[in-house]
């Protein structure tokens, strides 16, 4: 019965929604997920929109009931490396990448962490804050085991010394296993764009330009200002402007698409600061509103109405550093005229792109990808087909979508799946 | 109780989360001295298998009975520790949770004192409640392998085919005469443009193909009946009584065009909605020869004329209908008049940036100052007020069109009190939870997808109608639903049948039957999701809330004011 397993490549909100439901009808479920963690960019956030919903805190359960499920595998660190077959058969090469700890021995308890010398930039907060050699991403990580970053560590020995479960393992190897799948479900996410390209914004020059995935680790109890929304150099922020599609909507670099979600989170970003200091002044510069989803009007009613939240419409030229840390934005509300707006923080909402990767691993499964590299479906009426029969696609890597919609299409995937493992009556032509 | 009480105590440093603030020994040296407990520990992290191993071998070890663990939440971490106690031969439910890290260490923060003193006496409480818990039981129930889809629109033909797919019998059931909803009135799809009646022919074949779908076209459901796993759907399949046993179903109702009665001098002949402009096109009925200039309103009834909320497909709408006429006729004018220009996600910014080449023109309107549609000199005009101009922008029309948003069925209503399922503010079908559970009801068994729950484009009403196939393929393919131990039950011996808790509970579980003794209260275990509405507002008292007994509370609520030298003397 080995190959009545599915696989899944990519543990965020799709992967896991997939997972589970295949799991739940009783089919075994193989989860792949390259970081620590599962739970993907919805974990990294602070809270969610249209009902700003802690992330984590409903995020939490599902990382934890996919996890305990007793038809998932998790398997963390991991990569696919080669398939082979077709659907029904496939059998699929997984690269386990090492830990340094053992699994089976560690109990999370972080004694590693505290004695380990070494301080990196924590990938997970956005580079915002400092995690030692030995650790998890976060502290609600699924699963909770820690892991040394032996690209930086200098081999001290001081986390085998104080381990009291003996759980160090410096020499540890990458493995190679095996599964044999009757479909695979891929959900790899996204990337944020690198905004460092587009100069006019001044990302990287001035150092209270961030992007809102660096914001979302800010304003968050849980993160490295421990929610306080400050500059660089402390100041409490009191005037503060969201710039919309940078890098999106943009021909400058093929990235012609809407990202669809940007505008919802700059304005659940801008409630948010104001929920923390009614005092701030917030400002969204967008060019076109797009809030179709259910329920997002009426929040940017309230944003607007409830909590003062300034819409305004104009594209920015330019951004300048004035003394005082001081950001000046340049926009145009219409076409003969150009405002200036001052500020002590700019948010850029930057374009969302296919993960990296993207293109190995669909080169791997033999599957195609669109001119800007999501994945590919072979009848745009059938919302999580690829180009190959037996490999579906879920979430953010198929197309821009939202947290319910990545939900409901993690599931869709699923059922597709499931026609191919329980109803066996699939089609070997798509 | 015979049984000598046993009690062990768990305390959670939770690292620092909770062991920061709590003065953790002292929480456990009080605990040791509580009536009935025998065992006090603290862990690190009572979560780690570590902690969970402790918690097993002081069971053994220390012939413990009850079990109370002091630590983060229940929501996250009451499952695990039941089966813990499982795992160990204990009945789960002889445990109490005891929160001290949400409702002691993070609210009390900077009061260190005050959450050790809260610490304690919320550990005092629950060992008071512990030992008045009893062992209870999950209970399992069968289901019947087959499902209801109600609606044979795009999105329940998805959901059925699907079900079928997986091995599952599905009844689908249409109210009209045909399958295909909505799209059996639109001329082409966008983004693809192909034609909706070809798009249908090859999905509706399909679906009448496939062995495991019973079709009941021109049916009305009459009633609904049961719980997960057994429910039972009465029909009117034309005129024919029908009654058909599932185990799950799926809601597709979808939804309709708001019809502008009042607005914009709509007269559905010079005034006409985008689907009626589709029909005509459809059946090329449309007189090209006497238009010069089209103009499409956008929004209109939607963003706060009618309804509140933006119905994300008719900018599309408008931008596929604007650039068809275009195309056809380069000679004719098309404006679109609109506020925001919902083209989002990957195709539809192109498809856009498409109908701009082809030449429709677009204007913006703010959102207070809506276009008017006029007569002048028996011609239409419509003042679109300029953004930048800061003035009104006269367009004379001979077709003007309306993109009215999408509404609820008026029928839904009726639907939604036979399945005792809500809708929400803007009348659409309500899912349990709009981040976490888009396709599913509250009440489980219940699924949803397509336009009943909000307005979505082609690709998401399939999408969601693959998501409900899965939800509901579960319990199909599980064979069994179990539910939960904490519910109510009634004292037929106190009950006077008044009818209260019938009314209050939200999940149709309580129910007035006749019985030897006269009306009284039933309740259907499987549907009881334990909330103890009913007990709480049943007059006599005939209610026991399951894990939540009056005899429970009160011994928490009498021990929670006496002070500790009372207790402990
Ligand atoms: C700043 C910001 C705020 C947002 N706020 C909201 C909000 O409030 N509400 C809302 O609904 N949406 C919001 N979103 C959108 C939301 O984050 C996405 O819709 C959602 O997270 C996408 O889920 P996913 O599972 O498709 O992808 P992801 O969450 O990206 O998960 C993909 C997973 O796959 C893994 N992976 C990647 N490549 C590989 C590989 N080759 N092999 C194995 N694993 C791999 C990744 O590590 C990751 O765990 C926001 C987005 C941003 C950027
Ligand atoms: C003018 C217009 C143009 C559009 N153009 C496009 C387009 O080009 N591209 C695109 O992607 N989307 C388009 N859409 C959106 C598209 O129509 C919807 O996404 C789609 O119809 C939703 O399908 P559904 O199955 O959820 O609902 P529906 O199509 O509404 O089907 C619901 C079905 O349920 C039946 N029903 C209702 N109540 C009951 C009941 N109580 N008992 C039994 N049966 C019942 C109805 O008779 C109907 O057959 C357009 C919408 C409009 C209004
Ligand atoms: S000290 Fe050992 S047991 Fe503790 S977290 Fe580190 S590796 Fe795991
Ligand atoms: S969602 Fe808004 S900010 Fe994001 S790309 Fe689309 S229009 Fe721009
Ligand atoms: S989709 Fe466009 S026309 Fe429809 S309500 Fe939303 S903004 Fe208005
Ligand atoms: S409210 Fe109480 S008395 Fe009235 S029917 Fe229900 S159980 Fe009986």
């Known amino acids: 019965m080995e190959d009545k397993a599915v696989l899944v490549i990519g543990g965020g909100v799709a992967g896991m929604q997939a997972a589970f439901d295949l799991a739940e009808a009783g089919i075994r479920v193989c989860l792949v997920e390259r970081t620590l963690s ?5 974990a990294q956030l602070d809270k969610t929109f249209p009902t700003n919903d802690c992330a984590i805190c409903i995020l939490a359960p599902k990382m934890m009931d996919c996890y305990r499920h007793e038809n998932i595998e998790v398997l963390t660190l991991s990569e696919v490396t080669a398939i082979e077959g077709e659907i029904g058969s496939f059998k699929v090469k997984i690269l386990r990448k090492s830990r340094f700890v053992d699994e089976d021995k560690c109990n999370g308890c972080g004694d590693c962490a505290r004695v ?63 599964r044999n799948v009757s479909a695979i479900i891929v959900a790899i996410g996204f990337d944020p764009l690198d905004p460092s390209g587009l100069t006019e914004y001044g990302y990287g020059k001035y150092d209270d330009v961030i992007t809102a995935l660096e914001f979302e680790r800010l304003i968050c109890a849980a993160g490295p200002t421990g929610g306080h929304v400050i500059r660089r150099d402390g100041k409490e922020v009191k005037r503060i402007a969201w710039i919309q599609c940078v890098g999106a909507r943009d021909t400058r670099d093929n990235r012609p698409y809407c990202c669809s979600v940007c505008c919802m989170h700059a ?19 967008y060019t076109d509103l797009r809030c179709f989803g259910k329920g997002f009007q009426e929040y940017v ?21 004035k003394e005082n840390k001081i950001l000046e934005i340049f926009y145009s509300p219409s076409s003969d005229k150009v405002e200036k707006l001052e500020v002590d923080m700019v948010v850029l909402s930057t374009a969302l792109i296919p993960s990296e990767g993207v293109e190995a691993l669909a080169e791997i499964l033999g599957t195609e990808l669109d001119e800007y590299k999501f994945f590919k479906l072979k009848d745009p009426y059938n919302p999580t087909g690829t ?27 699923a059922s597709r799946a ?13 | 109780m015979t049984e000598e009480l046993r009690i062990g105590v768990f305390i959670c440093h939770c690292g620092i989360n909770i062991g920061g603030v709590v003065d953790v020994p002292a929480v456990v040296e009080y605990a040791s001295t509580l009536e009935n407990v025998v065992y006090a520990e603290r862990n690190l992290y009572t979560c780690s298998s570590e902690g969970l191993e402790a918690i097993k071998s002081a069971i053994h070890e220390h012939e413990l009975n009850r079990v109370v663990v002091a630590s983060c939440t229940p929501r996250t971490h009451e499952p695990l520790f039941r089966a813990t106690c499982k795992e160990a031969g204990l009945n789960p439910y002889l445990f109490e949770f005891v929160n001290i890290r949400d409702q002691c260490s993070w609210v009390h923060m900077h009061e260190p004192e005050f959450a050790t003193e809260k610490a304690k006496d919320l550990v005092r409480m629950g060992v008071a409640k512990a030992a008045r818990l009893e062992p209870l039981e999950e209970l399992t129930s069968d289901v019947i392998p087959s499902a209801v889809v109600i609606g044979a629109g795009i999105s329940g033909m998805t959901a059925a085919l699907s079900i079928a797919k997986n091995g599952f019998y599905v009844h689908l059931i249409e109210k009209g005469s045909e399958m295909g909803g909505l799209l059996r009135r639109l001329y082409k799809l966008y983004p693809t443009e192909e034609l909706a009646k070809e798009f249908l022919e090859q999905r509706i074949k399909a679906v009448e193909e496939h062995e495991r779908v019973e079709l009941h076209l021109s049916s009305s459901i009459k009633d609904v009946e049961g719980y997960v796993g057994k429910f039972k759907v009465i029909l009117d399949e034309n005129g024919v009584e029908k009654s058909i046993d599932v185990g799950d179903i799926i809601v597709a109702t979808g939804a309709k065009e708001l019809e502008p009665e009042g607005l914009y001098e709509y007269d559905g002949e010079k005034v006409i909605t985008q689907l009626q402009l589709e029909e005509k096109l459809r059946r090329e009925d449309l007189n090209r020869n006497g238009i010069e200039n089209v103009v499409m309103i956008q929004c209109a009834g939607a963003r706060g004329e009618v309804v509140k909320y933006c119905s994300k497909i008719c900018c599309m709408n408008a931008i596929k209908n604007a650039k068809l006429i275009k195309e056809a006729n380069p000679d004719i004018n098309v404006f679109i008049a609109h506020n925001e220009l919902q083209a989002y996600g990957e195709e539809y910014e192109l498809y856009y940036r498409d109908a701009k080449k082809a030449g429709v ?18 011609k239409l005009v419509v003042d679109v007020f300029h953004e930048r101009l800061l003035m009104d922008i006269p367009l004379e029309a001979d077709l003007v069109v309306l993109s009215t948003p999408l509404v609820q069925n008026p029928d839904a209503e009726k639907l939604s009190k036979m399945l005792k399922v809500p809708l929400g503010q803007d009348r659409f079908f309500f899912e349990a939870h709009v981040k976490l559970r888009p396709v599913d009801f509250a009440t489980d068994g219940i699924f949803l997808c397509g336009t009943a729950q909000g307005p979505k484009d082609i690709e998401e009403s399939i999408s969601q109608g693959y998501a409900a196939a899965s939800r509901a393929t579960i319990p199909l393919a599980k064979g069994y639903v179990s539910s939960e131990a904490i519910i109510s039950s009634v004292d037929e011996a106190i009950c006077v049948g008044c009818g209260i808790c019938e009314s209050v509970c939200p ?46 509370l009160i011994a928490q609520e009498r021990t929670a004011f006496v002070t500790e030298r009372e207790v402990v003397s």
């Not at chain 1, 050699?133 to 200098?154: E, N, S, T, W």
């Not at chain 1, 944003?303 to 951004?319: C, S």
């Not at chain 1, 037996?390 to 990545?406: K, M, S």
């Not at chain 2, 309107?365 to 809506?370: A, G, I, M, N, T």
């Open chain 1, 38 to 42: 599962v739970g993907g960019r919805m």
């Open chain 1, 116 to 178: 380990c010398p070494m301080g990196i930039l924590n990938k997970f907060d956005m580079d915002l804050r400092v995690r030692s050699g030995a650790y998890i991403p976060f502290m609600q990580a699924v699963p909770l085991i820690y892991a040394l970053d032996r690209d930086k560590c200098m081999r001290c020995g001081l986390c085998e010394v104080i381990c009291g479960k003996d759980a160090i393992r410096y020499n540890q190897k990458p493995e190679i296993v095996e």
């Open chain 1, 267 to 285: 304005t659940k970003e801008a409630i948010l600061t104001k929920e923390h200091n009614p005092e701030a002044e917030t400002f969204i510069l």
């Open chain 1, 301 to 321: 009613n309230r944003a607007e109405d409830d909590y003062g939240v300034k819409y305004i419409r104009g594209k920015p030229g330019e951004i300048k550093g």
């Open chain 1, 387 to 413: 180009t190959r029969a037996g490999i579906f696609v879920a979430g953010y890597c198929q197309a821009p979508r939202d947290i319910p919609e990545c939900i409901a299409h993690g599931s869709a995937a």
């Open chain 1, 418 to 430: 499931m026609e191919v493992v329980l109803g066996g009556s699939y089609d070997r032509r798509a």
């Open chain 2, 361 to 378: 023109r677009f204007l913006r309107f703010p959102l207070e100052k809506r276009p008017k549609v006029r007569k002048s000199d028996g």
């Open chain 2, 507 to 552: 999940y149709g579980a309580v129910e007035v039957v006749e019985t030897e003794e006269g009306r009284r209260a039933k309740v259907t275990g499987v549907k009881c999701k334990g909330c103890g509405t009913c007990g709480s507002s049943c007059i006599k008292r005939a209610i026991k809330m399951q894990h939540y007994t009056d005899d429970q």
